[in-house]
């Protein structure tokens, strides 16, 4: 850990005098980009943050939102919060305790907020699925993820996974959780009142995490393996689950003026940001630090970003009561220092003075970085002069492991502890029950890196639809999101300027769709030897409804298939190829299919249409177009006659527009009559009782059975469980 040196020269211009050997690396670790945003805060005012149901907006450790009640006469006071975070370069370096500890650190952001968590989603990100190294790093991955969410009783419910060359040496795992908090439960990462006291609660602190947020603000290089881990936190899941049930019951006794957890930067980090938040300072002593290891010097204590730790502002007369509750728990607590009115964040470690610096300096003092952009160009239209045929496409798209089954991934995952989950993973979003609200929430959660590649700016835009879609079929309104954006170095014009048009996307189709953006992380940096990776906007969203049930995506086989929003079907539009998982898989380039024209009006007609009770199957078009898309609402007892002929086979199948839903209905006339004026609807065929698809075009009639498709998109399973 080493501050820069024109960021020392500021500090030290700002104290009046040299800095300490804690002060500068408190101030390498808060002022890196990791925690201080300085080379994408000044994009993110394009974020809309408001809403009428928006009760904690950006710049808390979680996003907060009002649910609806189905009562119209009862109060909205249930309360959502949402938060996501990334742990990308400690999961390349350790897959297993690096993405556990982010499932970790998420659900602490949830519980800063008073809230108790529900659910999770992760969304990962991989080199070629084929090669040896990122195959161990996903199975780390989703190891560490399946462990740690099952051991603390959260189910993960919802996400994605996508394969990519660009992240063979940088993968991401971008980690969302959301929880429920009562109106007059809820707290905040504000420090409330000078005299109160900081008690540390949870676990003891170690050596493990050491620099981590400055660790995360860098390139990764080909030792970061061996060099790196100590900068890598260890997590216990079990403690976790401790705290989880302690920070209930101190919020039941109304104990808790103000909370954050320990996460990047540690101690140091957690208390600085605490106090200033809130107008006031801190005076810290480390020796009172409840320690693991011996010996462990004031920096280490700092900065150490040991796992399954609270810091809680508590008033002075119930700090004992605090430390009961905590030993109740199995849990360490110590009262470490108190909030002070001076607003100067002070620690010292035995008898010296080792941080005296003012505690907004610390927070809000990082120069904001100033970088030269490209602007991303569209890319040439540069198709395959010799296409396969197509059913030859379609097979080999049924085993890709973008768009094949998922299964050995969200298998791993108990799902279903807590009792809420209606709609389990494996379809387009979970949904679980919230009676407390009288209503259900649906979550959905990923990007897709091929079509944020070929064109940041419209991918991004594709992103925000395709997780609004994912809800709509399953009959939910959009209500909310937070957002991961990952990015390369953003010291480099080209990867900086399509960081820009992925947040400009992003953040303008989430204005289209009226979804308030309520939180958010942000990762740069993600290079390697291997090169920068795409940029990717992950969206984690969700919606309400009024009760806990979806049409699911299984045909019933006793209706007809229309298909909603396909412009190309509509003759609105030539099929554009960009971004498809059908042309990363041969040579050639396409500009990335327009999103439609009214995308607001499409997805409150698509949860319209889902909701009707003709409604018998809804599903989302859009990974791997419409053929695969109608091979997975294919069973073993039901498939589907769809008929294509007049139009080009190859675009018709495999183009990517996001904004489609594939519905099976007995009342065509009712969901043509919903969506007239707003998007187009196209007639497919008619669903069967055969458990086949077939798919009638120019080119000859594409024909697969249940158990051929299930049996090709089972291709991860196979390959993993041998």
């Known amino acids: ?37 300085r080379s994408s805060r000044p994009l993110l005012g394009a974020f809309e943050s408001d809403g009428p149901d928006v009760v904690v907006p950006p710049g ?49 952001d949830i519980l800063s907020m008073g809230a108790y968590p529900i659910a999770l989603t992760d969304s990962l990100y991989f ?54 908090v009562d109106a007059d439960r809820m707290v905040t990462a504000e420090a409330q009142r000078a005299g109160n006291a900081l008690v540390l609660v949870g676990g003891e602190t170690g050596r493990d995490g050491l620099g981590g947020a400055s660790f995360a603000s860098e390139d990764l290089d080909e030792d970061a393996e061996t060099e790196d881990r100590p900068a890598v936190q260890v997590g216990d899941p079990y403690s976790e689950k401790l705290l989880i049930e302690c920070n209930e019951a101190l919020l039941d006794e109304g104990l808790i003026e103000s909370a954050r957890d320990l996460g990047a930067a540690g101690l140091g980090g957690a208390s600085s940001e605490l106090v200033a938040k809130g107008g006031f300072g801190a005076d810290i002593a480390l020796d009172r630090v409840p320690q693991r290891e011996p010996n462990m010097s004031a920096l280490e204590i700092l900065l150490s970003e040991s796992q399954e730790r609270m810091c809680y502002e508590i008033t002075p007369e119930n700090v004992d009561r605090v430390a009961a509750i905590a030993e109740r728990y199995d849990l360490v ?32 003092g990082a120069p ?16 395959p002069s010799d296409p396969p045929a197509v059913a030859d496409a379609f097979d080999r798209l049924l085993a890709s492991p973008n768009t094949a089954s998922k299964r050995w991934v969200y298998r791993q995952y108990d799902h279903e502890v807590g009792v809420r989950t209606a709609e389990r993973p494996g379809g387009d979003a979970a949904v679980l029950d919230v009676p407390e609200a009288d209503a259900a929430i649906a979550l959905s959660a990923g990007a897709d890196p091929n079509w944020t590649d070929a064109a940041p700016y419209e991918g991004a835009r594709a992103v925000g639809l395709e997780n609004a879609t994912n809800l709509a079929v399953a009959g939910a309104r ?67 409804r009024e009760e806990a049930t979806a049409p699911g995506i299984d045909l019933s086989g006793e209706g007809s298939l229309l298909v909603i929003g396909d412009r190309v079907l509509a003759g609105e539009t030539d099929p554009a190829l960009g971004g498809s998982e059908y042309l990363a898989g041969l040579d050639g380039t396409d500009r990335v299919p327009d999103l439609p024209g009214d995308p607001a009006g499409l997805v409150d007609a698509v949860r319209d249409v889902a909701r009707m009770d003709s409604t018998l199957a809804a599903h989302d078009a859009s990974h791997g177009g419409l053929a695969i898309a109608l091979a997975e609402m294919v069973t073993a007892e039901t498939g589907a006659s769809v008929d294509l002929t007049g139009i080009d086979a190859h675009g018709a199948l495999f183009h990517e527009q ?22 187009p609807v196209t007639g497919l065929g008619r669903t069967t009782t055969d458990g086949r698809l077939s798919i009638t075009t120019d080119r000859g009639v594409l024909t697969a059975t249940a158990d051929r498709i299930a049996e090709r998109r089972a291709v991860i399973e196979r390959e993993l469980d041998g």
């Open 1 to 37: 850990m080493t501050l820069d040196d024109g960021d020392r020269d500021i500090v030290r211009a700002e104290l009046g005098r040299d800095l300490t050997r804690e002060e500068a690396a408190l101030f390498e670790n808060l002022w890196s980009e990791h925690c201080a945003y």
């Open 60 to 108: 808390d450790d979680a996003g907060v939102v009002a649910i609806p009640s189905s009562d119209d006469d009862a109060a909205d006071d249930t309360y959502l919060a949402m938060g996501i975070e990334s742990h990308n370069h400690p999961s390349y370096v350790d897959p297993f305790d690096g993405a556990a500890t982010g499932v970790g650190g998420i659900v602490r």
């Open 127 to 180: 080199g070629d699925f084929d090669a040896e190294y990122p195959r161990y790093l996903f199975e780390g991955v989703v190891e560490g993820i399946s462990h740690y969410g099952n051991c603390i009783g959260v189910p993960t419910v919802a996400g994605s996974v996508a394969f990519h060359d660009d992240y063979a040496g940088n993968p991401l795992v971008n980690v969302a959780c959301v929880g429920l």
């Open 333 to 364: 607590a110590a009262a470490i220092g108190s909030v002070t009115a001076d607003g100067n964040f002070t620690c010292t470690f035995e008898g010296e003075t080792a941080v005296d610096v003012p505690a907004e300096f610390l927070g809000e």
């Open 368 to 383: 904001l970085n100033d970088l030269d952009s490209e602007r991303p160009t569209a890319p040439e239209r540069n198709l």
């Open 478 to 544: 959009p209500h909310a999101a937070v957002d991961c954006l990952n990015g390369a170095n953003p010291e480099t014009p080209r990867e900086y300027g399509r960081f820009e048009a992925i947040v400009e996307g992003l953040a303008e189709i989430c204005a289209d769709l009226s979804v308030p953006v309520v939180g958010g992380n942000v990762s740069l940096y993600n290079d390697s030897d291997e090169g920068p990776i795409p940029p990717t906007p992950t969206l984690a969203m969700v919606g309400v």
């Open 658 to 679: 996001a904004g489609r839903a594939i519905v099976e209905t007995t009342a065509p006339e009712a969901v043509a009559d919903r969506l007239a004026g707003v998007a």
